[in-house]
């Protein structure tokens, strides 16, 4: 634990949460055969204290962590892709993508190898799209996707639409489709439990406050943010009645 000066709260190392709601013990790192690489946006990585690719990267034994916004010139993003280059993917969505979803065991191997490289873009969707647009080193890899058919669990973050997932639910999601595709052999039933018990917590901040930071004298109820509000809306994810 440290004492953060700007935060006099305790703060845990590993997770970067206060001590309060930290998840670490809840974690239980998996081994993959795929090594996925988060591409982490600056805000994500100083602001974000409910952002999941630190926690992702806590539940992935083959996985780190790279802040930047261009990875144009990267040295460790190119150093990967030189050494890699035939089995580095970006997992994106999009119509020409290979679609994990709609693919046979046979195709998958083919396709990705035995040990792929998988960069993920972890920020909100409008800076996902700016550090894609601006790594050029990132648009020639080959894309890879899958159909969400399930609602993120993630209430209390917005989403563009509903059926977008988090960094760790899409990771969650891979790591599932690349086991039927016989690639990876992993147990992942609990992989999401970090993730649950950070929900769990802040839930029960805002229903039942205990600190200043939430007004205690007004009946709440969760509103699931499906879509990014108007410029004009408040940034609430709670109504009063």
């Not at 580095?88 to 065991?105: I, M, T, V």
């Not at 159909?147 to 891979?174: A, G, H, M, R, W």
Request: aromatic content about 8%; proline content about 5%.
């Amino acid at each position: 634990m440290r004492v953060d000066i700007d935060n006099p709260r305790n703060k845990c190392y590993k997770c970067m949460r206060p001590s309060s709601s930290c998840i670490c013990k809840h974690t239980n790192p998996i081994q993959t055969n795929t090594r996925f690489i988060i591409l982490m946006h600056p805000k994500e990585y100083k602001k974000e204290k409910n952002g999941t690719g630190r926690m992702t990267h806590l539940q992935l034994k083959n996985s780190e962590i790279i802040v930047g916004v261009d990875f144009t010139n990267n040295k460790r993003v190119n150093e990967i892709l030189t050494k890699e280059a035939s089995s580095s993917f970006l997992l994106y969505p999009g119509k020409e993508n290979f679609n994990l979803s709609l693919r046979k065991s046979s195709e998958i191997n083919s396709f990705m190898g035995n040990h792929p490289h998988i960069f993920l873009l972890d920020g909100t969707w409008p800076c996902a799209r700016k550090m894609l647009k601006l790594s050029t080193n990132l648009q020639k890899l080959n894309r890879v996707s899958f159909d969400n058919t399930i609602k993120s669990k993630f209430i209390i973050k917005q989403q563009p639409e509903s059926l977008c997932l988090s960094t760790i639910e899409s990771v969650y999601t891979v790591i599932n489709l690349l086991k039927d595709g016989d690639l990876e052999q992993c147990e992942t039933n609990d992989f999401l439990i970090p993730f649950e018990k950070m929900l769990e917590y802040q839930v029960e901040c805002i229903l039942n406050p205990h600190n200043n930071t939430y007004r205690p004298n007004t009946k709440k109820e969760i509103v699931t943010k499906d879509m990014y509000k108007k410029s004009t809306e408040r940034n609430i994810i709670f109504e009063q009645k």
